[in-house]
């Protein structure tokens, strides 16, 4: 048996990795990583035999290049939950629409994302199903809404589980991580390192936090942006909105609309459904050019909230925001979520300037960042780690130093454990 890394090994994006047996040859996710450039994985000629994908969420850096297979004529069942499935498609057809606005060249088209929803194959969670010389089941993540834990039993007796994107703790879009395989013996463990090095702030207090930020810039008369992930994000944000009573027009602009709709059919795999059908029913939401322009209005005469897309402020609403509103002091860019190297959210934290349009400008409004991950923190990784007791820990979806640091608490504690590089091959 043999575990290819096609990507997200040592970095954040492109997730991909190839598990093959003399019988059986599947991939692990098939992301892209997103930034100035868009990078992908490792996909050579060697993938054109291979029988399965599995994709544990529905994130670029775990879906984005799916359809790169179709282009090539790789025809090959895709395995995820339904929400997965759904979500993949909007955020495939908006990578689609961005890059034609921006006169970015990608590797496939609309047809080729047709071909993959039409081979994509929606199962529940903990539905075991088998094929060749394994059996694979899904749980769920904990870490977006349909995001899947991926369960392999392999007849040479070889049990591997791949976390994708996990989160223990509940948060107010999700329910934490079902772990209930740890009652089988697993083999080799793939876990996330994203934030191998450090352990989130308690959640109510950045909450607190948030809002105090949030109500501070409303009474100097600003508007607050919030650039968000369409998909857990925005809904999170409008959860937390709405709890807290915010006494100011907010709206919600960008996929995150269609994405937010899309959730409320899913409220099983929702936290607080009837929550979120709450805050959006308050929430004024943008869905045409139009309202677009009267909210523009509302903001610059009182003030106001904006949540809305790209997180990583690489394309997307939020940019047309900015170039409005970055030039007034009273206003403010509340960041919420990780910032990938590369990406225009980090360049602005690193050195305090963005580009918008390939011009690089430094903003002059107010810029805050509040760690609202979806990602297991150092404690959480250390707990999934010990309840799954692998024989061999294998440790990517992180950079060199959080990798490296869970890596090292790893080896402490008696483990075998990895940092596999790009393109590395580990014999099992």
């Not at 996929?255 to 029913?281: G, H, P, S």
């Amino acid at each position: 048996m043999e575990i290819i890394f096609r990507g997200a090994a040592l970095e954040v994006g492109r997730s991909c990795i190839e598990v093959k047996t003399d019988k059986s040859k599947i991939l692990l996710d098939c992301g892209v990583k997103l930034g100035k450039d868009i990078e992908y994985p490792l996909l050579d000629n060697s993938i054109k035999d291979i029988d399965k994908v599995f994709v544990s969420h529905a994130h670029l850096d775990h879906s984005g290049s799916l359809p790169i297979l179709f282009s090539k004529r790789i025809d090959v069942p895709i395995i995820t939950t339904e929400l997965t499935k759904k979500l993949v498609k909007v955020l495939l057809k908006d990578m689609i629409r961005i890059s034609e606005t921006e006169n970015r060249k990608i590797p496939y088209n609309y047809h080729d994302i047709k071909e993959t929803m039409r081979y994509t194959i929606p199962l529940g969670y903990k539905e075991k199903k088998y094929y060749k010389d394994f059996s694979y089941e899904l749980f769920s993540a904990g870490h977006i809404p349909g995001s899947a834990s991926i369960l392999l039993n392999y007849e040479n007796g070889k049990n591997i589980l791949y976390t994708g994107d996990i989160k223990l703790r509940n948060t107010r879009l999700t329910k934490g991580a079902d772990l209930s395989y740890t009652k089988d013996d697993i083999n080799v463990l793939i876990i996330e390192s994203t934030y191998g090095n450090s352990i989130h702030p308690d959640r109510k207090a950045v909450e607190l936090s948030f809002i105090q930020k949030i109500k501070e810039v409303l009474f100097r008369g600003g508007v607050v942006l919030i650039p968000v992930f369409a998909v857990d994000r925005a809904q999170e944000i409008a959860l937390i909105l709405n709890d807290y009573d915010i006494d100011a027009p907010i709206y919600m602009d960008g996929m995150a609309v269609e994405v937010t709709k899309l959730m409320l059919k899913y409220r099983d795999m929702l936290n607080e459904a009837n929550q979120l059908e709450k805050a959006i029913e308050k929430i004024k939401l943008i869905e045409k050019s139009e309202d677009r322009v009267k909210a523009v209005e509302n903001l610059s005469k009182n003030g106001g909230v904006v949540i809305t897309t790209a997180g990583m402020l690489d394309g997307g609403p939020i940019l047309y925001y900015l170039k409005l509103f970055m030039h007034d002091p009273k206003n403010a860019l509340l960041l919420t979520g990780y910032q990938v190297r590369d990406s225009n959210g980090r360049h602005l934290i690193e050195t305090g300037k963005l580009f918008i349009e390939k011009e690089e400008i430094k903003p002059n409004l107010e810029v805050c960042l509040y760690n609202f991950s979806c990602h297991a923190g150092m404690d959480e990784l250390h707990e999934i780690i010990k309840k799954v007791n692998p024989e061999l820990l294998i440790i990517q979806h992180g950079e060199e130093v959080q990798a490296t640091i869970l890596r090292n608490w790893a080896l402490e504690h008696g483990f075998d454990a990895i940092t596999p590089k790009l393109g590395d091959k580990i014999r099992i």
